[in-house]
């Protein structure tokens, strides 16, 4: 018997052929439908793990939406808590500032209070010192700031608060330049 050795293109096994041309393969050769069967396999696991994925992924979206949900109630809940405190922050600044106020405002009043006083008590020595002309003028300038000193305790924060709104609405370039030598000697005492 001849035999010629080929190799079959679908699979890598040797055959072997005898004169009538018929196959007579090793016990090893597969036939073409295992590979068939292989391929297939091989497309329904591919097509199950696509399945997987796309089902992990859809549960893992959802989760994700949950916990976005779960992080958008819990941020308006703290931004609520922020808000109330801070309301409660701003009331308590509110009336502590007016407190402050009120204590400057008397403290501003005792301060021209006591000025006054010595403005009148230093009158009768300008009297002596540049004449009674002067001397009248310090008197004035004396109930002046005695005057100032009883408005200011006898108006409220924002009755004054008013009233300089207004000063500055009728009188804008005093305001500017009052405001320019209050600031110019504010610097010069602070920058010391």
């Known amino acids: ?4 050795d080929k190799i079959n293109e679908t699979s890598a096994v040797p055959l072997t052929t005898d004169a009538a041309g018929a196959a007579a393969g090793s016990a090893e050769a597969q036939p073409t439908g295992g590979t068939q069967e292989a391929k297939s396999r091989f497309n329904s696991a591919l097509d199950e793990a696509k399945a997987g994925a796309q089902a992990l992924r859809g ?5 994700a939406q949950a916990y976005k949900e779960q992080a958008a109630a819990k941020g308006s809940e703290y931004a609520e808590q922020a808000k109330a405190k801070g309301s409660e922050y701003a009331e308590q600044a509110k ?13 501003a009043s005792e301060a021209l209070t006591s000025l006054s006083r010595v403005v009148a008590e230093n009158a009768a020595k300008i009297d002596d010192s540049f004449g009674p002309k002067y001397g009248d003028h310090a008197r004035n300038a004396a109930r002046g700031l005695q005057d100032a000193a009883t408005h200011i305790d006898s108006k409220s924060y924002d009755e004054l608060g008013g009233e300089a709104r207004e000063f500055v609405r009728q009188n804008p370039g005093l305001s500017v330049g009052i ?5 110019y000697v504010l610097a010069r005492l602070f920058r010391r």
């Open 95 to 107: 009336a502590k500032g007016g407190e402050l106020a009120v204590e400057g405002k008397h403290k």
């Open 59 to 63: 549960e893992a979206s959802t989760k």
């Open 179 to 183: 405001a320019a030598v209050g600031g």
């Open 1 to 4: 018997m001849a035999t010629d």
